[in-house]
């Protein structure tokens, strides 16, 4: 979890740094990220889950995964998965593919070859080299990870749709059709830069001016 007081220091510096984060801080108030302690199997598998998918079609389906396992839908533990087929998985909605990644993380984590306490010590890119290499998970949820399971404050995902969006509507102006321009990666980068080390704090406010649902911020 994030320290409270870790929290207010990252908003003042953000907002002594940049107008536009002022404004969104000021307008959705103290961040929140960190209240909650988050598994980092669990955050994975709904990771997986959701992948490719609509934020309400990943609930369905998580829905579905968590009554096939018996298991609460906040909280899946790799022996949950012991009742469950790659058949059974894919009944729930999930592609093959991602049935099978479940599978074979949870045995990882039963065996120890998925141990979130060793991960927890490595610093960003060894952690998320680490996560990367897990079946099923790319850099964007390794990224995810940093953020939300491993609390890490200083992270930017240059492969978020969401992020990159709300950067360039709120950054690069409109073009000729009255649309957002969009910034290329350089671009992108440069307006982060001042943002550290709390660019996870700032990815929190640009997610929230996206989706206002609290809930999944926490």
Not at 26 to 43: A, E, I, Q, Y
Not at 56 to 63: H, P, V
Not at 66 to 72: C, D, S, V
Not at 174 to 179: E, L, M, T
Request: include cysteine; hydrophobic fraction near 45%.
């Amino acid at each position: 979890m994030i320290p409270t007081k870790t929290l207010r220091a990252a908003e003042a510096h953000l907002s002594a740094t940049d107008p536009v984060m002022a404004r969104l801080i000021t307008h959705f108030g103290p961040c929140t990220l960190g209240r909650k302690r988050r598994d980092p199997f669990h955050v994975l598998c709904a990771s997986i889950i959701g992948q490719q998918l609509s934020a309400k079609a990943a609930d369905t389906i998580q829905k579905r995964v968590a009554t096939l396992l018996g298991a609460p839908m906040d909280h899946f533990e790799h022996s949950h998965f012991a009742v469950a087929s790659q058949e059974s998985l894919r009944g729930c909605g999930l592609s093959n593919a991602k049935a099978k990644w479940l599978l074979e993380l949870a045995a990882r984590r039963g065996d120890g070859r998925f141990d979130a306490a060793a991960l927890a010590r490595l610093d960003n890119d060894a952690l998320c080299a680490e996560l990367d290499a897990l079946p099923g998970i790319g850099l964007w949820t390794a990224e995810m990870m940093l953020i939300f399971a491993f609390d890490r404050l200083d992270v930017f995902s240059l492969g978020d749709v969401g992020l990159r969006n709300a950067i360039n509507k709120l950054y690069a102006g409109k073009g000729r059709d009255g649309k957002p321009k969009k910034l290329d990666d350089k671009k992108t980068l440069k307006i982060t830069q001042p943002w550290s080390p709390y660019r996870s704090i700032a990815c929190w406010y640009l997610w929230r001016g996206i989706d206002g649902d609290i809930g999944n911020w926490t």
